[in-house]
């Protein structure tokens, strides 16, 4: 039995605010539907910027192949679903930035961790 917890914050290219509220209910369903093999996304939300999400992570899955996971297949889903709308912040073929917040949740009850990310202010 394994209780391997994880906050993780991805950021958009160049801080761009591209996150509509219909991109974030997206986004959320496209990181709960990341194979459960490496990760159970249990709450995400995002700021215009940011996208937080909590997992629950296996031991023989590195944190940075699900970063690349959920990275690679929101952006790819995103993009295809929100063109133009995305083109009108993000140039180029990128997103998310290359870079990525991601930080052990310790012994912070998980109730209280889901609260937090809930409560995280969500673009109209």
Not at 81 to 100: K, N, P, T, V
């Amino acid at each position: 039995m394994h209780s391997l917890h994880a906050h993780v914050v991805f950021v958009t290219k160049y801080r761009r605010g591209a996150f509509t509220g219909p991109m974030l209910i997206r986004g959320e369903q496209i990181m709960k539907s990341v194979p459960t093999s490496r990760s159970n996304v249990v709450s995400s939300t995002a700021r215009t910027a940011t996208f937080t999400c909590w997992s629950s992570i296996r031991p023989s899955v590195a944190l940075s192949r699900l970063v690349n996971s959920l990275k690679g297949v929101s952006a790819r889903m995103l993009r295809k679903e929100f063109c133009a709308h995305i083109r009108e912040y993000l140039q180029g073929d990128h997103f998310w930035s290359g870079s990525y917040f991601a930080g052990s949740v310790g012994g912070a009850p998980l109730t209280v961790l889901k609260r937090y990310i809930e409560q995280q202010k969500r673009p109209a």
